[in-house]
């Protein structure tokens, strides 16, 4: 079945290459994927595949009923929005819409699902129900969470629910796993820091300098993951923005100043130690020099964690398609965010890497960055594993 299903979907690469760059060259941002959303449900239909719209906004459901007797369902999800970078690529396809492009292969994720559809939709010799779930707004708007907030498995029912993603420099043909937490807890924090500001020359010494309070600020957060967090979980804290005064007026020192990063970690007590540490930090060294704080975080994403039954057949479909050696199933955990973390809190599954390979310069570039291209030749690869999850699942013939 694997070889031939492969061989099937095949020769259909010339179609799903042209739909992949299409919506490369077209990008939307997490719940505005109108076109991409429309795309999607116009090929399911013309394919036999019954369709739901605007599940949580601009997601998709397509769903595949089996001929053979059957109730067991499973999920098969793949992300659509793209991101706010611009591109760099200089390819043909690149994206047409300045500011935006798919630097994390979410076009792609979604063109290997379109075709294991396809082949599913042609074949459908298996027990049980398909549900090929299109989720909108991966990064970072809240997608996940509002399929499920607008009754995705009560309204889509399944078992267990699956995800994959690419992986840039994980050669072509492999793919990696691993039970437990998978990818990281993912937060956006920031910070006020308030004064009465001054004069940095005539009268500093009247003015609470806030850059003080910042720098002891930043560098106390170091000691949460050394101190606080426990010697054997993985954390990271980091600064990604610094804000206040102004270059036209060197002279001022700010009343206002503002500091803002992100946060990781694998465990709920360690994102319970990193929000009450972080936050009595910013009060104490704002205390301290005469200040006040204003301090936030909101996690994006809750530590991913694979079930284990489910890992285990989503590690065998991919033997399967690859054989033992091109599959590594006690992967080291990364400490990306993914929000398919609250379909797995929400249903037993897993998530899958599969490799990308290399650029067509020979560089591997990463995801998020302006030169990143997904690659089109393991699009077959990543259908077939749909496919043989669906194999592994519901005993497809």
Known sequence: MTQSAIDQIRTHQAELTAIRRDIHAHPEMGMEEVRTAALVAAKLREWGIEVTEGVGKTGVVGTIRGKLPGQRAIGLRADMDALAIHEQTGLPHASTHQGTMHACGHDGHTTMLLG?????????????TVQLIFQPAEE???????????GLFDRFPVDAVYGMHNIPGLPVGQ???????????????????KGNGGHGGAAAHLAVDLSVVVSHYMLGLQTIVGRNVPSLEAAVISVGHIGGGSPDALNVMPAELAIGGTARCFSPATQAIIDTRMAELAHAMAAMHGATAEFSIKWGTTPLINHEDQTKVAADAARALVGTDAVNDKAQAVTGG?????MLEAKPGAFIFIGNGMGADGKAHGLHTPKFD???????LGAA??????HQELSLA
């Open 385 to 390: 594993w749909w496919v043989e999850m669906v």
């Open 140 to 150: 970072g708007r809240g997608g996940a969470s509002a399929m499920l907030k607008d």
């Open 116 to 128: 294991a559809a396809q082949y599913l939709a042609a074949n459908r010799n298996f027990s049980g």
């Open 338 to 342: 993914e929000d398919f973390c609250f």
């Open 374 to 380: 997904f690659n089109d030749d393991i699009i077959p």
């Open 175 to 193: 793919f990696s796993i691993k039970t437990g937490p998978f990818l990281a807890g993912a937060s956006r924090w920031n910070v006020v820091f």
